[in-house]
Every structure is written in C-alpha cells, then in structure tokens.
C-alpha cells in the first residue's frame, strides 16, 4: 500500500524521486534557533506588507514581479527536490534564493528598486516641467498635487552653468576650443592604443599638439593679442626666445653628455624651467587679453579648468616629491650642520636671550628666551632622522605639512596669503592661486601614492637597471617608474576623481564655478526656491565625470597589462 | 693564502689582468663581511666561486661592478679604479655584465625590449641595429620564437636564458653569475650550464658563484672557495677536488659530494 506521500511524489515527480526530508529542513532552516524563527516571521510579514502597499500603488509591475518571483520560486524549489537544475534555476538557487531569507530580500530588493526608479521617474519625468518659462512652467506643476521637478531652472540657465559670465560675442572661442580637443582627443585615442603606431611619427605629432594645448586654449579662452603698436616688438622678441631655447637645448645636451650625473639632470631641468618662465615673462610684456579670466571663466569651464590643470600639474611634481622623499644621496655632513645651528644659536642667544633674560619677570618668560637652543634640536632631529638629507628633508615637511590641513584651508590661505607674499605691485588672479593651490594640494597626495607604488618594486629591478649600465635617469623613467605607476593607477585616479570633485570647495573663496552657478539659480527672481534641479544636475554632470574617468582608467590598465604581466 | 702571482705570471703582462682585487675589505654595519680579499683575473679565464653561505661570495662580485660598496681596498677592473666617481663606474658596468639569481628581467617589456633596452640607450645603438644583435643572442641562448612575450609568460630556464642574452648583447667583456641556476628546477639546469659552458669555451672572462660542482669541475680554469668573507683556497679544479691544501676546503667537499 502506498503512502499518501509516495504516490504524490510518483504524481508530481514524473518518475524522478523526490529527496525532501521537511522535518530537517524545517529544524534547520526555521526553528534552529528561536532569532531565526522570530527573523523569518519579522521579514516574511514585511514582504507581505510591503508587496501589498507596492500593489496599491504600481499595480500592474508589483503584480507582475510577484508572480514572476513565485514561479521561478517554485521551479527551482521543484527542480532542487528532484535534483535536476536547468542552468537559471541553479543560477537562481545560488545568488537569488540560496536560503529562505534571501529569497525574501530578493523580493523586497526588488519590488524597493523598482519603487525608487519609478518615483524618481515620476518626480523627474511624469510630473516634471521642462519649460523654460517661468510661468508656464508654474501652471504646469500647479496640476499635480504633488509637483515634479522644474527643469526650466536648468534648462533655462543651461548657459550660466556651462561658461556663466563668458562673453556672448567670444562664444566662438569656447566652441573652437570644444571641436580642437575633441578632435584631438578623437585622433589620440585611435593612435595611442593601438601597437602599431607605437613609434609612428603620427604619435609623436599628437603628442607635440597635447603638449601646447595647455598654452593654445588658454590663449583661444581669454583671447590673448598683441598689445597694439609693439607688434614688431613681440615678433623680436619671440625670436630672441626661440633662439635662446634653442642655444638652451645645445648647450644642455653637451653638458649632460660631458658630464652626465645626477647634480647635472638636476641643474639642467633647473635651467630650462628658468628658461621657459623668463620666456612667459618676456613675452607676456609684448601681449595683452581680451578677456579677464577671472571674470570671463565660470560654472562647469572654470570646474574643468581647475581640475585638469589641477590634475595635471600634480602629477609630475607628486612623482618628483616622491623621488625625493626616498632619495639616498649623500646629506650634509654633521659637522656642517651643527656647525651651522651653534652659530645661529649663539648669534640670537647673544642677540635676544641675554636682553630678555634681564628684562625677564618669570620664569617662563626666561624659558621662552632660550629658544635659539631649539636650533641645535633640529639640527640632531635632522642628522638623525633624515642624515642630513635637505632634500628628503623639505619633501617630507612639505607633504606632511600639506597632508595635514584640509583643502579649504589651503584655498583660504592661497586667496589671503598669497598677496601677502608676493613682491609690492604684482597681482595674481585668484583663478591662479587657486589653480596652483589645487596642484600643490593635490601633489602631497600623490606623492605618498607613487611612493607605495616605488616601495613594491622589488630590489632587483633597480640593481638589474645599475648592472646593465642605465644612468639613474634612464633607471626611473625605463624601468622604475613604469612598473610603479601602473602599480597605482586605480589610487591615482581615484584622487584625481576626488580632486574633480573636490573644486565645488572654490565656491566658498568666491570663485563662481558649476556649484556658485547652481546655488545663484535659486536666488534668481524668475526661479527663486529652486533648489533640488539644479543640484540634481550636478550630480549627474559630476557621476558622468566620475565614470568617464573610471571607465578610462580601466580600459588603461587593461592595455598596459597591469596585474597580468 | 695561495696567490695567484705563484703560477707562471712572468709570461703574462699586466695589460692581461682585467680584474684585480687587493685587500678588499667591506662590512656591514658592525659585520665584516670581506676580510682582505685579493685577487687576480686574467682575460679569458673562468673563475668559480665556491663557499658555504654567507661566506661573502655574492658580496664580493657585487662589489666588483658597484652594486655593492668596498669600504676598503681597491678594485681595478680594465684598468678603471672603482671609486666614487660616477664615470668610472658607469664605465666599469658598461663592460661587465651580470647574470642574476632572481632573472630580474623586466616584467613590463617583451623579451626583445628588455635585450635592447641596455645597448639602445647606453651604447647608442639604432633600434635596427640592436634588434638585430639581440635576435643573434637570442638565437644563440636558443629562444628566439620568445621574442614578443612578456617575461611572465616564460618559464624559468628561458627567463635566465633572455637573461643571459640580455647581459651578451651589451657585448661585455667580463660576465658575473651570481648562483644563475638555484632558482631552476634540474632540467632546466642543464639548459643555462650549457649556455654558460658554450661562452667559457668562446673566451669570455667569467666569475660564477654556483653550486653546480660538475660545472665547476669540468669548466672553470680556477676555483676560489671562500668562507668567512676570506679567500681560503685557491686552486685548479682536479686539484681543488681530489687533493684540496685546507682544512676548512675538506670539510666542505666532505659535505657536498656526498648527496
């Protein structure tokens, strides 16, 4: 006689056997332990709830999704008795409904995301706005009881955020300077990955145009001119430049091929920073701008200005702080540098203590007196700590000392000190200090991340590099430095990510870039109390920016091998 | 001390000594770890360094192309004294080649990058001229199929080989191994001793710290065994291993030639 059971299992199984011991399974997954069984009547009654609730109000996809989920519940239920999986329900048993509370959440997640996209869907599209007059777009949102979003605040400042207070009659530049990287950027991306353009002189082209795009679109974006009546002055000048570069690039080839060393790579670079700074300076007599960057550059032209220069600038001096912070080369000897602290000392202790210490009323007033004794401290802390090595010793205080303020403190202090600091009579535009501020900020972080990355190439690379007779130039930039920093890339970009987004901080030094822009919008008359779109378009412009530099890091990496090779 | 002044050196001038150490002394910190090393090499000679470990072996040839600095003693390799001067040392590693435990082949290039690299940027060749040098060597070491692969793609025996080929293109005059074959599994042993026997047969000043007694008994010209960071013994290979002078010597073969 068969048992009610057998025969339903014969029925329902179609021949296959049934494994299902319900005893055990309801001991171990719902009455282990009184938490459990508590847990799975908590959650089982907020997935009843919360499906009802989504049904009152998306009927027609909570009713879809349920059913859906109950079938491939049951599938994979009925296959996993009998024992025989199809690939989606093995699939389903192993990520989606792996226990009993997974496949509650799996439901509850489900039917919660489909809730989040639709309301915002809702707020965004349905019931939204996109007139850009400001009355229309008033009766429009007046017809729902709940009103979306006003997109003619963005849509009708569209302008302002994009360049805000940018000339209309020079809106040529911004759109020749658009199409110029654009198709730079287009030819760039074709010839740099691919092997066999690798030594191709088109490479070398491209590489010649990205390196004079930083002077060409600064020149295109404020409009830079002849001052009138000197240009033939500028012409001569322009020659005396070129020919004192190029008297420069002789001269320094025969000086690093008599004397090659790292003192003279050193002096050399020296030289030609020198060189070209004199260049700028010499000419810039002879021109003049049309526009005054800082009023001209606004919203998202002067956030991207800031960051890529921010971006990089930062990266060459964070590689070379690095450098330096691990440098080995030989330090000031120690008798040099106590020699020069005893003497320092000495100096204000006869200068100032003696007078303080009779004008002294207290004792502390006569220990504070004694501080030139402090030179001799840091000169033992120094010969200690560093072997009298100036320079690990002024990249370390600088990255320390940069690492341990916030940005906004070394924006403040580049718009207030700066002026402080500089010679009477020279100005520098606050689009400038704060441009250079980012860079240097941003160059102390990433000195400590091209430092990990030089601390994980094994020894024997570097003495491989020695024994085979590369110069300690020709070290880093073959062999060291490549390995290093494909080591960091994913830290590296994700402070430049960081930093992108960081130049909303420029706001509050008064500067008006793509957050001043969306916090003016509300205070306009037409679109006052707007508030929410503005900002919700940022965040769309700064997840894309985000993205788009994610998603080029990795396809980087994967053309360069990293983690493979 | 055997010197090496004591076999026939009067026929040989001194323009054939290309390497020559004298009292060489290095430490570490407190740890002295080269007592006094002197030592002649003539040209085309193979010399294999025996010792136990930490015997200052591999310290010694690392001194001799600055990869490691003596403290004391000179060294004069082609007739450059190794100092300070960058010039000298530059020069110094121009000529002499090293082969290491470890490959360090750069793991970022191919196989032919990584031979050219040396000779295209120190000598100065044009990349033509030194892709076909390097197809040479690697032919000649016996890979030259592996020229576009990437290091990590070739087994041990053939990355000491692209190693080997690496160090020949520069075309120097004095070759370093240091222990080029304990990081290989047996088969892939015989692969570089071959190599390596082939360049002592071509004439090659070589220096070898190994391991591979059957290397050195058949190859080399001299043994030096050396323990403490001393020379102990010096002499030629049927000597060194059926009638070894030192106490010190003895006691090690006793060791090694019994597994």
Redesign the interface.
């Known amino acids: 006689m068969t048992t009610w059971r057998e025969s339903l299992q014969e029925r329902v199984g179609n021949g296959r056997e049934i494994h299902f011991d319900s005893g055990r399974f309801i001991r171990e997954n719902i009455t282990k332990s009184w938490i459990q069984t508590l847990w799975l009547i908590i959650l089982t009654y907020l997935t009843i709830a919360y499906t009802i609730s989504q049904f009152r109000s998306l009927p027609f996809t909570t009713g879809f999704v349920t059913l859906v989920w109950l079938v491939t519940v049951g599938l994979t239920i009925y296959n996993e008795l009998t024992r025989s999986h199809n690939p989606m329900t093995l699939w389903l048993k192993n990520n989606l409904y792996s226990s009993i509370t997974n496949t509650l959440l799996s439901l509850l997640l489900v039917l919660g995301i489909i809730a989040a996209v639709w309301a915002f869907i809702d707020y965004a599209f349905v019931r939204a706005s996109f007139s850009r007059i400001p009355e229309e777009a008033q009766a429009i949102l007046a017809q729902f009881q709940t009103p979306g979003a006003n997109w003619g605040a963005v849509l009708d400042n569209m302008r302002n955020l994009m360049v805000f207070r940018y000339p209309r009659e020079q809106t040529w530049r911004l759109w020749f300077v658009l199409v110029y990287v654009g198709v730079l950027l287009a030819g760039s991306t074709f010839v740099y990955s691919q092997e066999r353009f690798r030594?191709h002189w088109l490479r070398q082209v491209l590489t010649g145009f990205w390196l004079i795009t930083p002077l060409l679109t600064f020149g295109l974006l404020v409009g830079v001119v002849p001052v009138p009546g000197e240009t033939i002055a500028l012409l001569i000048n322009l020659l005396i430049v070129l020919a004192g570069l190029v008297v420069l690039f002789f001269l320094s080839r025969l000086l690093l091929s008599r004397f090659?060393?790292l003192i003279m790579s050193f002096v050399v670079t020296v030289l030609w920073v020198a060189a070209l700074i004199l260049s700028v300076y010499r000419l810039s007599n002879n021109l003049t701008t049309i526009l005054n960057p800082d009023i001209a550059w606004g919203g998202l032209l002067l956030t991207l200005i800031i960051a890529v220069f921010a971006i990089v600038a930062s990266f060459p001096l964070g590689v070379l702080l690095a450098l330096g912070r691990r440098s080995q080369i030989r330090g000031v000897p120690a008798w040099l540098t106590y020699g020069a602290a005893a003497v320092l000392a000495a100096y204000y202790i006869y200068n100032n203590t003696l007078p303080a210490f009779a004008r002294a009323s207290s004792i502390l007033q006569q220990l504070v007196a004694l501080w030139p004794l402090l030179f001799l401290v840091i000169a033992y802390l120094f010969q200690k700590y560093f072997r009298g090595n100036v320079v690990a010793l002024f990249c370390t205080i600088y990255i320390e000392s940069i690492r341990g303020v916030p940005l906004i403190t070394v924006l403040f202090m580049s718009i207030i000190l700066f002026p402080i600091l500089l010679p009477k009579g020279m100005e520098i535009l606050s689009t400038w200090r704060v441009m250079v501020a980012a860079a240097l900020f941003a160059a102390a972080y990433l000195a400590e991340n091209v430092r990990g990355g030089l601390q994980a190439i094994?020894k024997?690379?570097y003495?491989?590099a020695?024994?085979?007779?590369?110069?300690t130039f020709?070290k880093y930039r073959?062999?060291i430095l490549?390995?290093a920093i494909?080591t960091v890339i994913p830290a590296i970009v994700g402070q430049f990510i960081g930093l992108f987004k960081d130049t909303t901080l420029i706001a509050i030094v008064g500067l008006v870039e793509l957050l001043g822009v969306a916090n003016l919008i509300s205070a306009q008359t037409d679109w006052l109390g707007v508030r929410r779109e503005p900002y919700i378009f940022l965040m769309i412009i700064y997840f894309t920016g985000s993205w788009v530099m994610a998603s080029s890091s990795r396809r980087l990496e994967k053309r360069?091998?990293v983690g493979?090779? | 001390m055997a010197t090496t002044n004591a076999t026939n050196t009067n026929t040989l001038t001194r323009a054939e000594e290309v390497i020559s150490c004298s009292e060489v002394h290095k430490w570490y910190g407190d740890f002295h770890a080269l007592r006094g090393i002197s030592l002649t090499v003539k040209k085309g000679e193979v010399i294999v360094i025996l010792g136990p470990s930490g015997s200052g072996k591999s310290t010694f040839i690392r001194c001799i192309n600055r990869l490691e600095e003596h403290q004391q003693g000179e060294i004069v390799v082609e007739g450059t004294t190794l100092n300070y001067d960058v010039r000298n040392i530059a020069e110094i590693r121009r000529e002499v080649g090293m082969v290491f435990q470890q490959f360090n082949l750069f793991p970022h290039l191919t196989v032919l990058d990584n031979v050219t690299l040396a000779p295209i940027h120190v000598r100065k060749w044009t990349r033509d001229h030194a892709e076909e040098r390097a197809m040479h060597w690697l032919t000649r070491v016996g890979i030259p199929e592996q020229a576009n692969k990437y290091p990590g793609q070739l087994s041990g025996g053939q990355q000491q080989r692209v190693a080997i080929a690496r160090t020949l293109t520069m075309e120097p005059n004095i070759l370093l191994f240091d222990e080029p074959t304990s990081a290989l599994d047996p088969e892939m042993i015989k692969e570089v001793l071959d190599v390596m026997r082939d360049l002592a047969t071509e004439g090659y000043t070589i220096l070898a710290v190994t391991h591979e007694m059957g290397f050195a008994r058949t190859v080399a010209d001299r043994i030096i065994f050396m323990d403490a960071g001393q020379i102990v013994e010096e002499n030629t290979p049927e000597n060194f291993f059926t009638n070894p002078n030192n106490e010190r010597t003895k006691l090690f073969l006793n060791q090694i030639l019994h597994h």
């Open positions: 030594r090659p060393s094994p024997g690379q003495e491989a020695d024994a085979i007779g590369l110069n020709q073959l062999i490549p390995q494909r360069l091998g493979e090779r």
